[in-house]
């Protein structure tokens, strides 16, 4: 094993981590507090306060007294703008410590994480340009009668209350604070109670670039607790969420209140097609990483993985041998590829649909079984498994197992593969792995989903829109579509002759 940081980052080591409401850290209300666990070894590493329906209020109303009456008002999207600049720059500062974070709390490994920089930096800049590149339009209108100018103004939606997973922290807290920052709503963020360490010292940068106090407010807690208190909440006009569609289906209900703006990134069971035609030596990897990358938790990670039948035996053959080869440990030890879940119940939750797969009557080729050697015993840690002869009925072909499990079932023709490919609730990943580029069209125009990746899987780009169909969501992350969901559009008359 080669660990590449035995030393804890100073955040670490300064005492119970707080919650940060108009502008301070500050105790829960009912004092309590939540541990949190590095799921590499089992052991605790930090102890958070945890927020309630009372956290919650003060936030709230933190939140809206800076965007009905703050200096908040008064920035413009320079200001703004300036603000998601200097974060940018400390965050680029502090790179090496929010990885550490992230590798000890959600046990991404740290290698991975490291080599997400470029992206990080490049979400937080992208939201900074956006901040002076929003704007309405004059529109011209046929009203008789005499001469009236239109135009639109795009005006923030008020206060977002945001609601995510653990499974990117970071990422996570971009997207849903980068808009709220570049058009000028204010916030307050829930994170996950499995990874709440990176979001409050993104929060502590935050406060050091200037942003007025209540603009951004973040209150760790459980769900059903702050999460429900925050969906709830008559102060709040928006929620973003990111998580599960039982707990997006709680969100919009509890939403109805006050008729929020609900936005919803859910879950997936995303088909990754591959023809016989295909270039295995990039299919290969390729498909497997789309499954197991994160160890398999990824909202869009490709889990049904349907396969020419010319080919099946071979590939699944192929499959198997790399995913064999794929390091898994500790996420501080620099060689390792796949890190552990992030929590026992995760563990469980993934045994749980190993064991069904085998019930089921699916073909174990690799993995299958929790490791429990005495280096990883203490570890959530299940190797890469490939399930072959899935057959489309079965639950592990049908359910988000959200662990390093792919499901490989064989297609013949072109009509089949796409209905096979659309046979889900689910539409929010796809891939397709062939060299020819009709069927790539072909499927890139017919696959229900709000993403298509041909011979690539799980490219992001700031500029690229990503989410949901069906009951994967709605609502998009990034790209210009995002916006729309953070602004009231306003029409504007005037009588000038
Ligand atoms: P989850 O739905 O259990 O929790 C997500 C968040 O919601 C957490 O912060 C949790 O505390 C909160 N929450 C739970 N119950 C709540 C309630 N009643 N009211 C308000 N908030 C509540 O999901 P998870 O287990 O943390 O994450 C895994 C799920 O997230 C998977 O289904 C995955 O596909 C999905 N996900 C989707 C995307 C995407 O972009 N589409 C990205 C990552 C994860």
Not at 148 to 170: C, D, K, Q
Not at 200 to 223: M, S, W
Not at 363 to 372: F, N
């Given at each position: 094993?080669?660990?590449?940081?035995?030393?804890?980052?100073?955040?670490?080591?300064?005492?119970?981590?707080?919650?940060?409401?108009?502008?301070?850290?500050?105790?829960?209300?009912?004092?309590?507090?939540?541990?949190?666990?590095?799921?590499?070894?089992?052991?605790?590493?930090?102890?958070?306060?945890?927020?309630?329906?009372?956290?919650?209020?003060?936030?709230?109303?933190?939140?809206?007294?800076?965007?009905?009456?703050?200096?908040?008002?008064?920035?413009?999207?320079?200001?703004?703008?300036?603000?998601?600049?200097?974060?940018?720059?400390?965050?680029?500062?502090?790179?090496?410590?929010?990885?550490?974070?992230?590798?000890?709390?959600?046990?991404?490994?740290?290698?991975?994480?490291?080599?997400?920089?470029?992206?990080?930096?490049?979400l937080i800049r992208y939201y900074a340009g956006m901040a002076t590149a929003l704007h309405g339009e004059t529109v011209e209108?046929?009203?008789?009668?005499?001469?009236?100018?239109?135009?639109?103004?795009?005006?923030?939606?008020?206060?977002?209350?945001?609601?995510?997973?653990?499974?990117?922290?970071?990422?996570?807290?971009?997207?849903?604070?980068?808009?709220?920052?570049?058009?000028?709503?204010?916030?307050?963020?829930?994170?996950?109670?499995?990874?709440?360490?990176?979001?409050?010292?993104?929060?502590?940068?935050?406060?050091?670039?200037?942003?007025?106090?209540?603009?951004?407010?973040?209150?760790?807690?459980?769900?059903?607790?702050?999460?429900?208190?925050?969906?709830?909440?008559?102060?709040?006009?928006?929620?973003?969420?990111?998580?599960?569609?039982?707990?997006?289906?709680?969100?919009?209900?509890?939403?109805a209140g006050n008729l929020k703006r609900v936005t919803l990134e859910l879950g997936g069971k995303s088909p990754d097609i591959?023809?016989?035609?295909?270039?295995?030596?990039?299919?290969?990897?390729?498909?497997?990483?789309?499954?197991?990358?994160?160890?398999?938790?990824?909202?869009?990670?490709?889990?049904?993985?349907?396969?020419?039948?010319?080919?099946?035996?071979?590939?699944?053959?192929?499959?198997?041998?790399?995913?064999?080869?794929?390091?898994?440990?500790?996420?501080?030890?620099?060689?390792?590829?796949?890190?552990?879940?992030?929590?026992?119940?995760?563990?469980?939750?993934?045994?749980?649909?190993?064991?069904?797969?085998?019930?089921?009557?699916?073909?174990?080729?690799?993995?299958?079984?929790?490791?429990?050697?005495?280096?990883?015993?203490?570890?959530?840690?299940?190797?890469?498994?490939?399930?072959?002869?899935?057959?489309?009925?079965?639950?592990?072909?049908?359910?988000?197992?959200?662990?390093?499990?792919?499901?490989?079932?064989?297609?013949?023709?072109?009509?089949?593969?796409?209905?096979?490919?659309?046979?889900?609730?689910?539409?929010?990943?796809?891939?397709?792995?062939?060299?020819?580029?009709?069927?790539?069209?072909?499927?890139?125009?017919?696959?229900?989903?709000?993403?298509?990746?041909?011979?690539?899987?799980?490219?992001?780009?700031?500029?690229?829109?990503?989410?949901?169909?069906?009951?994967?969501?709605?609502?998009?992350?990034?790209?210009?579509?995002?916006?729309?969901?953070?602004?009231?559009?306003?029409?504007?008359?005037?009588?000038?002759?």
């Open positions: 094993m080669n660990i590449i940081a035995q030393e804890r980052p100073a955040f670490l080591t300064t005492g119970p981590k707080k919650m940060l409401i108009d502008g301070r850290w500050v105790e829960a209300a009912s004092g309590k507090t939540f541990e949190t666990v590095n799921p590499s070894t089992g052991e605790a590493i930090a102890t958070i306060a945890e927020g309630e329906r009372e956290d919650v209020d003060r936030a709230v109303a933190a939140a809206r007294k800076a965007f009905d009456e703050g200096p908040w008002r008064k920035f413009k999207p320079h200001d703004r703008q300036e603000i998601l600049l200097k974060l940018a720059d400390l965050v680029d500062r502090n790179f090496e410590e929010f990885a550490l974070i992230d590798a000890l709390e959600m046990g991404e490994p740290i290698t991975r994480r490291k080599n997400a920089r470029r992206r990080v930096l490049g209108n046929s009203m008789p009668g005499g001469d009236f100018t239109s135009y639109t103004l795009r005006e923030p939606v008020g206060v977002v209350g945001a609601i995510v997973p653990w499974n990117g922290p970071m990422v996570s807290w971009i997207w849903k604070l980068g808009p709220v920052l570049a058009t000028g709503c204010t916030a307050v963020y829930k994170p996950s109670e499995e990874a709440s360490l990176s979001a409050l010292r993104l929060g502590e940068l935050l406060c050091e670039t200037g942003i007025p106090d209540g603009v951004v407010n973040i209150v760790p807690g459980f769900g059903h607790a702050a999460g429900a208190a925050l969906a709830e909440h008559p102060g709040v006009d928006k929620i973003a969420f990111t998580g599960s569609v039982e707990t997006g289906q709680k969100i919009l209900m509890a939403s591959v023809f016989a035609d295909a270039d295995m030596e990039l299919a290969v990897p390729g498909a497997a990483m789309a499954c197991f990358g994160n160890t398999g938790q990824v909202c869009s990670a490709g889990t049904r993985l349907i396969v020419e039948q010319s080919v099946y035996d071979e590939f699944n053959e192929r499959l198997a041998d790399f995913s064999k080869t794929l390091k898994v440990g500790n996420s501080l030890d620099a060689e390792t590829q796949i890190g552990p879940l992030v929590s026992k119940k995760q563990l469980d939750r993934v045994s749980g649909y190993l064991d069904l797969g085998r019930s089921e009557g699916a073909r174990v080729l690799s993995g299958g079984e929790r490791l429990s050697d005495p280096d990883r015993a203490n570890g959530y840690f299940i190797p890469p498994t490939v399930f072959r002869d899935v057959k489309p009925e079965m639950r592990i072909a049908r359910e988000e197992i959200f662990g390093p499990v792919v499901s490989t079932m064989p297609f013949t023709d072109m009509e089949e593969v796409a209905r096979r490919a659309n046979d889900t609730h689910f539409g929010l990943g796809s891939g397709v792995w062939t060299r020819d580029v009709s069927k790539a069209h072909y499927l890139a125009k017919n696959i229900r989903a709000g993403s298509v990746w041909i011979n690539c899987y799980q490219m992001m780009d700031p500029a690229m829109p990503f989410g949901g169909y069906k009951m994967s969501g709605y609502g998009r992350e990034s790209g210009t579509a995002q916006f729309d969901d953070y602004l009231n559009v306003k029409a504007v008359w005037i009588r000038t002759a």
